[in-house]
């Protein structure tokens, strides 16, 4: 743990930018070290002797479990979205009301628009009333629908965001596959040799804001259903998952999806393994160092939760 608590507190004490995902390396190690720490395991923490280290490197029994992991992060729509939010939140310092404001934003709000919904804002905001959804521009297609709210007891030196999020449905078929599918080409670089008996790969993600469906269609390939006129029906996979491409697959054990069990940044988690279909013999000795909550292969159909 010195190491991983050095990563931490180096990566983290001068920028903040990132800390969430040393906080996830640092949460998944001391799992290992806790559930390993009666075994005959060697655990090291991107160990000098690789050239580009993987995260985790287990030993046990002359078999070497080599874990990287990696942080799922947002898509380019929500990056898009929370960079605005940020914006509105900064500029609403120099507005010196003391209310809460909820924020629905259109999918083609922008930044130009953020200027105007800001200065109509400034302008406008002693004559507007209180808990009522409001939308911006007044007439015509709303760009943005809001809502102004009183604190009941604390006391605001400015308009703060209380809640944002969408005004319309978001349509993002396909759009969380390809970001696990994205992440997963990063991490996979770390492993420089082949997948074998003795030289167990496999990829760690922290996915609490993404479905079991996402990750298996990611990796096993695209879920597909068949209706026959005889009134039968069937499914099976495209073969366009992570674990079908002949450069990742030779390499690749298994993808270990993490959930926190709880609601602060030091956190246990629960752990689902989405097995490489050609490794499935390897499961067990997978379970050997890492408590497995459950195990998901290609012929399982999840469904979100």
Known sequence: MDKLNEALYNNTKNNIRNYTDFIAEHNFGAELIRYNNSSASSIAYEPDRFKRPPDFVINKDDVFFYIQMKKLSDSERENKQSKLIDSIKRSFEKIT?????????????????????????????????????????????????????????????????????????????????????????????????????????????????????????????????????????????????????????????????????????????????FINERFLKIVDQVKSVIDIDEVLTMKDLPTKE
């Open 97 to 273: 009301v003391g209310k809460f404001v909820s924020l629905s934003l259109s999918e083609d709000f922008n930044a130009g628009d953020a200027n105007l919904f800001l200065s109509f804002l400034s302008a406008s905001i002693e004559s507007l009333p209180d808990n009522t959804d409001l939308q911006f521009p007044p007439k015509g297609s709303p760009k943005i629908v809001f809502a102004l709210y009183p604190p009941n007891k604390i006391e605001l030196q400015h308009l703060t965001i209380g809640t944002s999020g969408n005004l319309e449905w978001i349509e993002t078929t396909g759009e969380a596959e390809q970001q696990v599918k994205n992440s997963l080409s990063k991490a996979i670089g770390a492993f420089l040799w082949n997948n074998d008996e003795k030289n167990i790969n496999i990829i760690a993600m922290e996915a609490d804001r993404y479905d079991d469906i996402d990750i298996s269609q990611a990796v096993f390939g695209t879920e597909k259903f068949l209706f026959y006129t005889s009134g039968s029906r069937a499914w099976t996979r495209d073969d366009d998952g992570f674990f079908n491409n002949p450069d990742h697959s030779p390499k690749i054990c298994a993808v270990l999806a993490l959930r926190r069990t709880g609601h602060t940044l030091i956190s246990r988690y629960k752990k689902t393994l």
